[in-house]
């Protein structure tokens, strides 16, 4: 690992070199993991994922979710947090769909027994 630290005095370098092998020594000895934001958290999942197929569909979500809770750290985020910013799906508007692209007339209400 190579990082610097951007002084000139060793005090200083030695100083900020102990504080990061101590942040790597924490969570191995302690099991206490760094706090991370939302954006620090999508970028690292992007870096991990880079061979799937779907990553132009995370880049999209992470691109959609980010302006809004990027700041955020991992543990104040949750269901309610994202739900403010999903779309909100209506059940008509996904049965007309469905049934448009499968190409059958929308559901009445009643249900068929499958076999």
Same mark, same amino acid.
């Given at each position: 690992?190579?990082? %610097?630290?951007? !002084? *000139?005095?060793?005090?200083?370098?030695?100083?900020? +070199? !102990?504080?990061?092998?101590?942040?790597? /020594? &924490? @969570?191995?000895?302690?099991?206490?993991? @760094? *706090?991370? =934001?939302? /954006?620090?958290?999508?970028? &690292?999942?992007?870096?991990?994922? $880079?061979? &799937? /197929?779907?990553?132009?569909?995370?880049?999209?979500?992470?691109? #959609?979710?980010?302006?809004?809770?990027?700041?955020?750290?991992?543990? #104040?985020? #949750?269901?309610? =947090?994202?739900? $403010?910013?999903? /779309? @909100?799906?209506?059940?008509?508007?996904? $049965?007309?769909?469905? %049934? *448009? &692209? +499968?190409? %059958?007339?929308?559901?009445?209400? =009643? $249900?068929?027994?499958?076999?």
């Amino acid at each position: 690992m190579a990082e %610097s630290c951007g !002084a *000139t005095n060793l005090a200083v370098a030695e100083h900020y +070199l !102990a504080f990061c092998l101590n942040e790597i /020594r &924490k @969570p191995m000895a302690f099991g206490i993991r @760094p *706090t991370r =934001t939302f /954006r620090q958290a999508a970028i &690292k999942y992007l870096d991990d994922t $880079q061979h &799937k /197929r779907s990553l132009k569909r995370y880049l999209y979500a992470f691109n #959609h979710a980010i302006p809004h809770v990027g700041h955020l750290h991992l543990d #104040h985020n #949750h269901n309610d =947090t994202l739900a $403010q910013i999903r /779309r @909100p799906v209506a059940r008509t508007e996904f $049965q007309t769909i469905r %049934s *448009t &692209k +499968l190409g %059958s007339p929308p559901s009445t209400g =009643t $249900q068929r027994s499958r076999r």
